[in-house]
């Protein structure tokens, strides 16, 4: 298999090199800041479901490291398998837009919990947090669109090397030994998009998954084991396996590296869904903004991508109708009625009783989509509707970008208004609040990572 990478070193050697000597500006951790608040906000809001509840009661190990929003404290790798899964659980979290990959919900987990266990100080951590995640939204670019075509979900295969580099470069380990971690977490990765046929937990799992064997891996290569070097372009290494449908480039993944941050570009979501759904939600809302009601629409046609017609329109009738809150996050129609509806697609959109109301069902069953071949994803997710109205007229929306990226990114007070809904919606005080906020503020300013304001 040919493939297209820009010098003879190992890619695993350019990318551990980068790890240990990577310099983040201060854009570059102001995003690793956003990124620590919005992660544990996220899992607090999902402290009470079923799915947390599981995750937590599967783990094994007592220990130093938290869960946020619970008061048992937990072994190192179940800490960072129940935190990003809480985190990714609702679909509320971060997302690279190139890729698309969710960063946050596996390297803040991770890194968070080495740092308990080892006891390091908040610049190990943030230093972590922005390596691993510039690293995982590269990784996502080598083969654009294969992984999902190949029935992978990127967030948990790319998620795990990039866990381990993160965790790394928090312990300071030497590039050599970031190598060996690179090609254990190869063997390591792993995460199936079947959730997208019932709705199931498991998409929610990758997240804390690929954080649990990034953490592994690192650890593992610390003490000695070894992985292959050549994990990324071998032969038999992870884009031939994860990604086969496409010759893999590796020029976006290490030109540039370290001078270069496209972590600067990471989105925060302002709708508890699917990524490449919210630019469609905001063009609802202009209609609905505009006077429209729901009775007098008799059709929606959405321009749409390619690339997303498998995993959020199709099968239409299954998507007219999701069988569950969390399926609903996966169906434009569901997501762009409710949101019609409600003025709003926040966490309360998005339970199993608003998915069954009839007439949020009603209102997705008129809205269906046309493939548009010059869309642009997934360099950048885009809205479009033509709504047909009783009256015969014609109403039009476009939006050019997704509100929360890179062209529009959400103002620091909506998002520490996001932070603070979270909590609230997970149950914690104002009180609780303000000490988990100062609490972070500290972490994310390099003193101690004391996280007792977020058990609860």
Known sequence: MNQRVATSTPVAAKLAEFATAALPPAAVKAVGRRLLFDIVGLAVAARHTDYVRSALASATDDGTCTAYGHSRGLGLYDAALVNGTAAHGEDFDDTFEGGPVHAGAVIVPAVVAIAEKRGLD???VMRGIVVGAELMCRMSLVAPQATHKAGFHPTAIFGAPAAAAAVGAALSLDAETIGRAFGIAGSLASGIIEYLADGSSTKRLHAGAAAQSGLRAALLAEAGFTGPISVFEGAHGLYKAFAPAKVPDFTP????????????????????????????????????????????????????????VHRLWEPLAAKHRPPNGYAGKFSTPYCMAVSFLDGEAGLGQFTDERVRDPHVQALAAKISYEVNPDDPYPRNFTG???????DGSVREFYQP??????????????????????????????AAIAALRTALDRIAGGDSVELSGARA
Request: charged content about 25%.
């Open 384 to 390: 479009h509707l033509k709504a047909v109205l009783k």
């Open 401 to 430: 970008h997704m509100r929360g990226g890179s062209k529009e990114p959400l103002p620091d007070a909506e998002l520490s208004s996001k932070f603070a809904a979270n909590l609230r919606f997970g149950g914690f005080s104002d």
């Open 122 to 124: 908040g610049c190990a």
């Open 253 to 308: 993944l290490i030109e540039d590296l370290g001078d270069s941050w496209i972590v600067e570009t990471l989105a925060f979501k302002p709708y508890a869904c699917g990524t490449m759904t919210q630019p469609f939600i905001d063009c609802v809302r202009k209609l609905a903004a505009s006077g429209v009601k729901a009775d007098d629409i008799v059709s929606i046609v959405c321009s749409v991508g390619e690339g997303t």
